[in-house]
């Protein structure tokens, strides 16, 4: 047998080898085995193994040993296994069973190795030392549960007592002071949610110091215990670094052993123990205190959360007692559970004698069945129930808005009922006043003219009037709730949100508190002209823009029109060219109004003449000319010559009978209906009662010429062509009279010119002899005097002839205006020697200058003087240099110049108060003629004339700059 149990047979191998070099074999093996235990299904692997990978090398030893194994071979394993099953929760049984289990794994595979040739010897031998893992662990483990037991007995019995932390805890490590003899400090750290650990409690050596320490996790001993979530011992606290209190070194705190407090796989706090005389405390101590911190951490759990439970339930007394409303809850027969103190004042009673009570105890019979009837559809339906309840009080009845809810009971029936009555009576008042108001204010917007819409500070229209669903065509409930944008074309549509966000942001206003001209948009797409002002409101619940939006279609169509005919008169102002005239109304017309533009006018031959046609469109340009030769014919069928017959205009759609009637032949149908007209109006030009034309539009557009506002304005445009047409006729006609009448003076004063040169010649021979008579000497003079005068109104016609033709000629040359003055002041003087005649000179006053015609003028200033003064007044002239320029001046003192000749003085054919009266004198020329010479030399010519002042004319002339 000796020899067998050395050596299996047929080369087997050995229970102690096998167990040694199969040892992960059987570990795996046992583990799927245990896990049938209940206990150890949800264990991890390192913990359900725990020490029996050494437990088997230790039978390994025992099985191969010569000699039966002892408890001292297998020394402390089985009691620490023992231990920490007994943390693991096992009972002896299931311990036990793990055991065996054990045995059962090593044998089978064993027999499945070596099949045959199992030692006997060997078996029994491990029999021996599982037995003896057994029996030790079962001794330990009855002990150490014992102990255990006992003290978490003494845990619980001090739980039950009280639910107050600061009661349970010092218990709790009086227990273990009691239960452990070598330990002289014991202290409870809890977490708090800035993950620090505060002392809660602590007993012993320590318990001065600790109170109210605290740590940070992670820091010192008990947070390392915290940070790395397992036991942790040290063998001389007052020297390991991670005790770092001075106490605990000064003390001589040795042995230091400490577990975490783990709730729900979170930290929530560490225990820990200390002993002055120990260096080490056994696995039964350890074992305990991990024991008793396992159950104090669900126990001290539990006093939170009571601790909790109580002050939440005391703050909620206190929300529900300062609630402005009155909070109750029944049960589902209507008793009161629970009241708060509104609830009491509104009852007028405490809240003793309340509880309990249902409500016809506490209101009037009909006022308790209707709030008991709304109890009963809260309960019944399962959901909350909000109604408005009326109840009577001491001032008048009372309005209660109340939810009333179903609390339900554990199988989720209404057990209670609760309720929050808000007393809502002043608001109702409000809200009837506010209806009121609105009502009044709704009347008065839905019979306002513009439109009225208000949105938000996101666009979102809140309210609309009845004017805005007319305006825009959209109902109002299509409106509310939606954007505001709907009501805008783009480039607005897209630009609004982002204008809302901008002045939002920076409060720079575009529209708000301005106003401005903007386009709308119509439900059926049609865009039109708006005038839009926008005013802010600021709301508790935010802003507020009211838009007051007002169609301006009719004001912009009459602007349009306006301008249409204003740009209309400019156009025929600039020019007095018929041909000019009309062209530029067709163009006029057919860029604002209509698709062609066809002028017909009366001509000498009775008949209409088509003058001017246009197309809009360029590719119909010379289509549109193919009608020229195709004017109507007056006492046609023509509906064109219908219109200059009648003188009354004619808006029509133009219809196929309609070209029937208008066309002279089948080529002029033939263009007109390839250019398409389909609406057309057809005005008479008229002007100071005569019929001049026809003017007619047309449109490609069916209805468009029908349009009221564009017939008004078409009238307005053909009113005005009328006249400028008519303008420029007479125009034509004058300038034609003109030309006619100065053809006439300029031949008429170049065929008198010879005869009177020939009579001046003869006058002056006579008045030159010396053997004349005194009497033949006189009447030579006199006639040598009339052909002078004669001659310069002939010299008066023909300059003005050429001021009106080119301007009078002049051949500048420097002059001395002061010489040239003294000449002509001589010829005066001897000319008129009865009159007093006086003139000043200043040096220096050259001209580049004309002197034949300069001294025309002289004369012309100085004839006047004498003429229009009396005949012994002085005449007073002066030339003069003055700044940049030089002066010649004629003042006589004769009667002022009347206010009605003053504004036509210097017109030709203007003359004197005396001319009027009969009296003597020239054509009126002289002031003309002496202003074309002035202006010709870019000069002027100014007058003065007052009352005792008598009358000055002035000649500025530039002066001649120095060579």
């Not at 790395?228 to 770092?244: G, K, N, T």
């Not at 009719?554 to 301008?563: D, G, L, M, P």
């Not at 009358?951 to 120095?962: A, G, N, Q």
Request: with cysteine.
């Amino acid at each position: 047998m000796a020899e067998q149990g050395a050596e299996t047979a047929a080369g087997g191998i050995r229970l102690c080898d096998f167990i040694q070099a199969r040892q992960a074999a059987i570990l795996e093996e046992w583990e799927r085995r245990a896990r049938s235990l209940p206990v150890a299904k949800h264990l991890q692997r390192v913990a359900l193994r725990d020490h029996i990978p050494q437990i088997l090398e230790r039978i390994s030893l025992v099985v191969g040993s010569s000699y039966p194994g002892t408890r001292g071979k297998l020394e402390e394993l089985p009691d620490k296994h023992a231990l920490e099953r007994l943390d693991e929760g096992y009972d002896l049984r299931t311990a036990t069973e793990e055991l065996s289990a054990l045995r059962d794994t090593i044998l089978e595979l064993w027999e499945q190795e070596v099949a045959v040739g199992i030692s006997v010897r060997e078996v029994r031998q491990l029999d021996r030392a599982i037995d003896e893992t057994i029996t030790a662990s079962a001794t330990r483990f009855s002990l150490a549960r014992e102990r255990t037991l006992r003290a978490l007995d003494r845990v619980s019995s001090a739980a039950l007592g009280t639910g107050d932390l600061n009661t349970f805890l010092p218990q709790l490590m009086t227990v273990l002071l009691e239960t452990v003899a070598a330990v002289d400090s014991v202290a409870i750290l809890l977490r708090d949610e800035q993950d620090t650990l505060r002392v809660r409690a602590a007993m012993g050596l320590e318990q001065e110091r600790l109170q109210g320490g605290s740590t940070r996790v992670g820091e010192g001993f008990a947070g390392t215990v915290a940070a790395r979530r397992e036991p942790l011992l040290l063998r001389d606290a007052a020297v390991d670094p991670l005790a770092r209190g001075a106490s605990a070194r000064g003390r001589g705190i040795h042995a230091l052993y400490g577990v975490p407090l783990i709730h729900e796989d979170r930290v929530i706090g560490v225990a820990y123990m200390g002993s002055c005389t120990a260096y080490d405390f056994s696995e039964d101590d350890q074992q305990l205190l991990r024991m008793m911190a396992q159950r104090a951490t669900s126990l001290i759990v539990q006093a939170q959360l009571t601790e909790r439970l109580r002050q939440s339930e005391a703050r909620l007394q206190a929300i529900v007692d300062h609630a402005g409303a009155a909070i109750y809850v029944k049960d589902a027969e209507g008793r009161l559970l629970v009241t708060n103190r509104h609830m009491e004042a509104r009852l007028g009673r405490p809240r003793e004698e309340l509880i309990g009570k249902r409500d016809e105890e506490l209101w009037p019979e009909e006022v308790a069945r209707t709030l008991r009837a709304t109890d009963l559809r809260a309960l019944a339906g399962g959901v909350p129930v909000t109604v408005e309840e009326v109840v009577p009080g001491e001032d008048g009845p009372h309005t209660y808005l109340s939810v009333k809810f179903p609390l339900p009971a554990e199988h989720g029936r209404p057990a209670a009922l609760g309720s929050i009555s808000t007393d809502i009576t002043e608001r109702k008042q409000v809200e009837e006043a506010l209806l009121e108001t609105s009502e009044r204010m709704r009347a008065i917007l839905d019979t306002a003219v513009d439109s009225i819409i208000t949105i938000d500070e996101h666009g979102v229209m809140q309210g609309v009037n009845a004017a805005t669903t007319r305006l825009f065509g959209y109902a109002p409930e299509e409106l509310l709730g939606c954007d505001v944008s709907m009501l805008m074309p783009e480039p607005y549509r897209r630009e609004h949100d982002r204008y809302i966000r901008n002045y939002l942001r920076t409060g720079v206003r575009k529209v708000i508190g301005i106003g401005r001209e903007v386009l709308g948009r119509r439900k059926d797409g049609s865009v039109f002209p708006m005038e839009l002002a926008v005013s802010e409101t600021r709301l508790a619940r935010g802003r507020v823009f009211t838009g007051l939006v007002r169609d301006i279609s009719q004001r912009k169509e009459a602007e349009r029109s306006q301008a249409l005919l204003v740009e209309a008169g400019t156009v025929l102002a600039q020019s007095l060219d018929v041909h000019t005239i009309l062209r530029n109304i067709a163009s006029l017309v057919v860029t604002h109004l209509s698709d062609y533009c066809m002028m017909d006018l009366l001509g000498e031959d009775g008949q209409l003449h088509r003058l001017e046609v246009l197309s809009r469109d360029p590719a119909h340009k010379e289509l549109i000319r193919q009608v020229m030769p195709f004017s109507p014919r007056l006492g046609s069928e023509s509906p064109v010559a219908r219109v200059f017959e009648t003188g009354e205009m004619a808006v029509v759609d133009i219809t196929s009978e309609w070209l029937d009637r208008a066309a002279r032949n089948a080529e002029h149908r033939a263009v007109l209906e390839e250019l398409a007209p389909r609406s057309s109006v057809i005005l008479p030009l008229k002007a100071r009662g005569r019929m001049l034309g026809v003017l007619n539009l047309a449109s490609r557009e069916p209805g468009r010429m029908a349009r009221p506002s564009l017939v008004t304005v078409a009238q307005g445009v053909a009113d005005r062509a009328a006249i400028a047409i008519d303008n420029a006729r007479l125009y034509q006609e004058a300038r034609e009279a003109v030309r006619v009448r100065e053809d006439v003076v300029a031949i008429v004063s170049h065929d008198l010119r010879n005869p009177l040169n020939a009579i001046s010649l003869s006058a002056s021979t006579l008045i030159k002899r010396e053997d004349l008579d005194a009497r033949t000497a006189k009447a030579a003079t006199r006639i040598y005097a009339a052909a002078d005068r004669a001659h310069r109104l002939i010299r008066d016609l023909l300059d003005f002839t050429q001021a009106r033709v080119g301007g009078i000629p002049i051949h500048p040359q420097p002059v001395e205006l002061g010489g040239l003055a003294r000449q002509v002041v001589e010829e005066i003087r001897s000319a008129y020697p009865e009159r007093h005649l006086e003139l000043r000179v200043e040096a220096g006053s050259w001209v580049e200058a004309d002197p034949d015609r300069l001294a025309q003028v002289m004369a012309n200033l100085l004839g006047n003087a004498m003429q229009h003064s009396p005949p012994d007044s002085p005449i007073q002239a002066s030339a003069r240099v003055e700044g940049e320029g030089v002066l010649f001046e004629v003042h006589n003192l004769g009667a002022p110049i009347s206010a009605e000749v003053f504004p036509t003085l210097f017109e030709p054919f203007q003359r004197g108060q005396e001319h009027r009266t009969g009296s003597r004198g020239s054509l009126g020329l002289g002031l003309f003629i002496s202003r074309q010479i002035v202006e010709a030399h870019r000069g002027n010519i100014e007058v003065r004339s007052h009352e005792g002042d008598g009358t000055t004319f002035t000649v500025r002339l530039p002066l001649r700059p120095r060579s």
